[in-house]
């Protein structure tokens, strides 16, 4: 039956606002007349003020809620400083390892990463009280700032305890994770995917606001996972033995999970085997499906045996198959003990379930038995996250080639997991870990053995977990006699980064005038105390440029040159930059080249260098910090 033309104009108003709800799927509300627009969060996304806005509308509300919004639009000023001696293979590694607070940071990788993200797995504070959460600053002068607060991390910003009685219990913890997810939501590629832990205090709160930021036809599902075997009560009625994981994809139109391998199949299901592999066998013929006359026919085997559908249990049946398969498939038939079977063959992995039990998935203990053999038995974070359990969901939402970001990396479990990953599957998954470096109890295992805030143990974490991994690499290839033949191309290191202020002259970076993209700035705007490093680092992000490409140091003319990825990026920050240098560095073609723009040699230099390069590498883009 052919479609019918519409014999209309378009309909440019349905048209928009599918437009509109791609962009900001938070902004598609429901109304008397179904699917609009609510242009109230629609302003309120277009601006870095508040909106008032006073109609009715279903959605989740609670106080602090546009100013959450703003947040996520502000641009920062921060930028990322590379700390090289806490690295691991600085130059050659595509990890991450970031600290700071995630908030900033995301703002940060939004140009670099935006839509570069496979994956997104997170474990933030579950607010049951106790947990610190994050109170973001929002346009108060530091002053007022210091005052409310009353505590600050060392970083200077605030991080104070969300008790039960506050009176924004919940809208705190809310404010805290809007703008995160949000933010979180631009990295996602489009068959991207998050997973975020979370219990009873707050699951309810977590699904609407999922359902706003991601959009609800976009939820992929909540898993259940038992966590542990009974233990004291977790509330007034009852003992919790399990937590969530709350999932959704960046589009369900592109969005699917692969098999989950590590399920354990029951063989017994499977007792035969040919060529094929293992297989069972399961009877053509069913009472449970739909009766049909039409398959209901006789079947004649190789010997001439005659085959009918039975009556099971006073029912008649039919086969599963019409006789035109049955012909054409008619070697995949068995026929045995009187019956006929199809074979089931044993498959490569299943559809991931919703329920994760502990046997296979590990269990609260686990995560700890985890940690202690990485730190000589001691145990310096409480209670992460297992690695069979991150493993899980990097396998079923992640493929080779792949990044995987965890903004809430505590101990770093989900480095340690990407690592053995990547051993085990011989893949390359990269990652990038984000942890404000919050101060351990002085009273704590950790801090008695050297690590004073969380950030220590999980950088010491990822580089013991790429030790004993390669070792025991080492080990079974030398058990099983390649050892002479066996070559580790696994990624171990990390590149990390640490969030400062920026690089330039804090008058450079008012405000008003700030442009994140801009790298055209004044001359001697750069702070006396920062590295070639630094500026190369902020270039990157300014450009655009994951912060995993690969970098090179040469020396050209005499001086210190950058190369990042081959020649998408040549950086020189020395100084008497002249038109010889220029003439070299243009050989090498570069996509991109900048200098610093004090480091001329002198006004005509500056001049000339762009003519050359304009001359000589004309696809060169040349930019100025």
């Given at each position: 039956?052919?479609?019918?033309?519409?014999?209309?104009?378009?309909?440019?108003?349905?048209?928009?606002?599918?437009?509109?709800?791609?962009?900001?799927?938070?902004?598609?509300?429901?109304?008397?007349?179904?699917?609009?627009?609510?242009?109230?969060?629609?302003?309120?996304?277009?601006?870095?003020?508040?909106?008032?806005?006073?109609?009715?509308?279903?959605?989740?509300?609670?106080?602090?809620?546009?100013?959450?919004?703003?947040?996520?639009?502000?641009?920062?000023?921060?930028?990322?400083?590379?700390?090289?001696?806490?690295?691991?293979?600085?130059?050659?590694?595509?990890?991450?390892?970031?600290?700071?607070?995630?908030?900033?940071?995301?703002?940060?990788?939004?140009?670099?990463?935006?839509?570069?993200?496979?994956?997104?797995?997170?474990?933030?504070?579950?607010?049951?009280?106790?947990?610190?959460?994050?109170?973001?600053?929002?346009?108060?002068?530091?002053?007022?700032?210091?005052?409310?607060?009353?505590?600050?991390?060392?970083?200077?910003?605030?991080?104070?305890?969300?008790?039960?009685?506050?009176?924004?219990?919940?809208?705190d913890w809310l404010t805290m994770m809007y703008p995160r997810l949000k933010l979180a939501r631009n990295l996602?590629?489009?068959?991207?995917?998050?997973?975020?832990?979370?219990?009873?205090?707050?699951?309810?709160?977590?699904?609407?606001?999922?359902?706003?930021?991601?959009?609800?036809?976009?939820?992929?599902?909540?898993?259940?996972?038992?966590?542990?075997?009974?233990?004291?009560?977790?509330?007034?009625?009852?003992?919790?033995?399990?937590?969530?994981?709350?999932?959704?994809?960046?589009?369900?139109?592109?969005?699917?999970?692969?098999?989950?391998?590590?399920?354990?199949?029951?063989?017994?299901?499977?007792?035969?085997?040919?060529?094929?592999?293992?297989?069972?066998?399961?009877?053509?013929?069913?009472?449970?499906?739909?009766?049909?006359?039409?398959?209901?026919?006789?079947?004649?085997?190789?010997?001439?045996?005659?085959?009918?559908?039975?009556?099971?249990?006073?029912?008649?049946?039919?086969?599963?198959?019409?006789?035109?398969?049955?012909?054409?498939?008619?070697?995949?038939?068995?026929?045995?003990?009187?019956?006929?079977?199809?074979?089931?063959?044993?498959?490569?992995?299943?559809?991931?379930?919703?329920?994760?039990?502990?046997?296979?998935?590990?269990?609260?203990?686990?995560?700890?038995?985890?940690?202690?053999?990485?730190?000589?038995?001691?145990?310096?974070?409480?209670?992460?996250?297992?690695?069979?359990?991150?493993?899980?969901?990097?396998?079923?939402?992640?493929?080779?080639?792949?990044?995987?970001?965890?903004?809430?990396?505590?101990?770093?479990?989900?480095?340690?997991?990407?690592?053995?990953?990547?051993?085990?599957?011989?893949?390359?998954?990269?990652?990038?870990?984000?942890?404000?470096?919050?101060?351990?109890?002085?009273?704590?295992?950790?801090?008695?053995?050297?690590?004073?805030?969380?950030?220590?143990?999980?950088?010491?974490?990822?580089?013991?977990?790429?030790?004993?991994?390669?070792?025991?690499?080492?080990?079974?290839?030398?058990?099983?006699?390649?050892?002479?033949?066996?070559?580790?191309?696994?990624?171990?290191?990390?590149?990390?980064?640490?969030?400062?202020?920026?690089?330039?002259?804090?008058?450079?970076?008012?405000?008003?005038?700030?442009?994140?993209?801009?790298?055209?700035?004044?001359?001697?705007?750069?702070?006396?105390?920062?590295?070639?490093?630094?500026?190369?680092?902020?270039?990157?992000?300014?450009?655009?440029?994951?912060?995993?490409?690969?970098?090179?140091?040469?020396?050209?003319?005499?001086?210190?040159?950058?190369?990042?990825?081959?020649?998408?990026?040549?950086?020189?920050?020395?100084?008497?930059?002249?038109?010889?240098?220029?003439?070299?560095?243009?050989?090498?073609?570069?996509?991109?080249?900048?200098?610093?723009?004090?480091?001329?040699?002198?006004?005509?230099?500056?001049?000339?260098?762009?003519?050359?390069?304009?001359?000589?590498?004309?696809?060169?883009?040349?930019?100025?910090?």
């Amino acid at each position: 039956m052919s479609e019918k033309l519409d014999m209309q104009s378009p309909n440019w108003a349905n048209l928009n606002s599918k437009f509109i709800a791609e962009r900001f799927p938070n902004c598609v509300t429901e109304s008397a007349d179904g699917i609009k627009i609510d242009f109230d969060l629609l302003k309120q996304e277009l601006s870095n003020d508040l909106i008032d806005g006073t109609k009715e509308r279903y959605r989740l509300e609670w106080p602090g809620k546009k100013e959450a919004i703003v947040t996520a639009n502000l641009p920062t000023t921060k930028t990322l400083r590379p700390i090289r001696e806490d690295s691991v293979d600085f130059d050659n590694t595509e990890n991450i390892y970031i600290e700071g607070d995630n908030l900033e940071v995301l703002k940060l990788l939004q140009e670099s990463y935006l839509g570069k993200i496979k994956m997104i797995y997170i474990d933030p504070p579950y607010n049951t009280g106790k947990d610190f959460v994050y109170k973001d600053n929002f346009s108060k002068d530091a002053q007022d700032e210091l005052f409310e607060s009353g505590q600050r991390d060392e970083n200077n910003q605030r991080l104070v305890v969300n008790p039960e009685t506050a009176g924004r219990y919940h809208s705190d913890w809310l404010t805290m994770m809007y703008p995160r997810l949000k933010l979180a939501r631009n990295l996602l590629i489009e068959d991207g995917v998050i997973f975020i832990s979370i219990a009873d205090e707050e699951v309810h709160n977590l699904r609407k606001l999922g359902d706003e930021i991601f959009g609800e036809i976009n939820f992929a599902g909540q898993f259940i996972w038992k966590k542990k075997q009974g233990g004291g009560n977790d509330s007034n009625v009852l003992v919790i033995e399990h937590e969530y994981i709350i999932c959704y994809c960046k589009s369900v139109n592109v969005f699917q999970f692969n098999l989950d391998i590590n399920y354990k199949l029951d063989d017994a299901l499977y007792p035969n085997k040919d060529e094929k592999g293992e297989y069972g066998l399961i009877t053509l013929d069913k009472s449970s499906i739909r009766f049909s006359e039409s398959l209901v026919f006789e079947i004649i085997d190789k010997e001439g045996n005659s085959y009918h559908p039975r009556v099971i249990k006073g029912k008649q049946s039919c086969w599963r198959w019409g006789k035109k398969k049955v012909e054409e498939d008619f070697d995949q038939l068995v026929f045995k003990n009187g019956n006929v079977y199809t074979k089931y063959y044993r498959p490569d992995g299943i559809t991931p379930k919703s329920l994760l039990i502990d046997t296979i998935y590990g269990r609260t203990e686990t995560g700890n038995d985890d940690i202690k053999k990485i730190f000589d038995n001691q145990n310096p974070f409480s209670y992460p996250k297992p690695i069979s359990l991150i493993k899980h969901f990097a396998m079923i939402g992640s493929s080779d080639g792949d990044i995987i970001l965890d903004f809430y990396s505590g101990s770093g479990t989900t480095a340690n997991a990407i690592l053995q990953i990547n051993a085990d599957e011989k893949t390359n998954r990269k990652f990038i870990q984000v942890q404000l470096p919050e101060k351990t109890d002085e009273k704590s295992e950790a801090f008695k053995n050297g690590y004073f805030n969380i950030c220590e143990i999980g950088k010491e974490r990822i580089r013991r977990a790429g030790k004993i991994i390669k070792r025991e690499k080492l080990q079974k290839a030398e058990s099983e006699g390649i050892f002479a033949e066996f070559k580790d191309t696994q990624d171990y290191g990390f590149r990390v980064y640490r969030l400062s202020d920026s690089n330039m002259q804090d008058v450079y970076y008012k405000p008003q005038d700030y442009k994140q993209a801009s790298l055209e700035l004044f001359s001697d705007n750069v702070k006396t105390d920062r590295t070639a490093d630094d500026l190369l680092a902020q270039v990157m992000l300014d450009w655009g440029l994951p912060l995993s490409l690969k970098i090179e140091q040469v020396e050209i003319s005499g001086k210190q040159v950058f190369k990042v990825a081959e020649n998408s990026l040549y950086a020189c920050f020395d100084k008497n930059i002249d038109e010889q240098f220029a003439k070299e560095l243009a050989s090498s073609k570069p996509l991109r080249v900048v200098f610093r723009d004090a480091g001329f040699k002198d006004d005509t230099a500056k001049t000339n260098v762009k003519q050359l390069l304009k001359q000589l590498s004309p696809e060169t883009e040349m930019k100025v910090i």
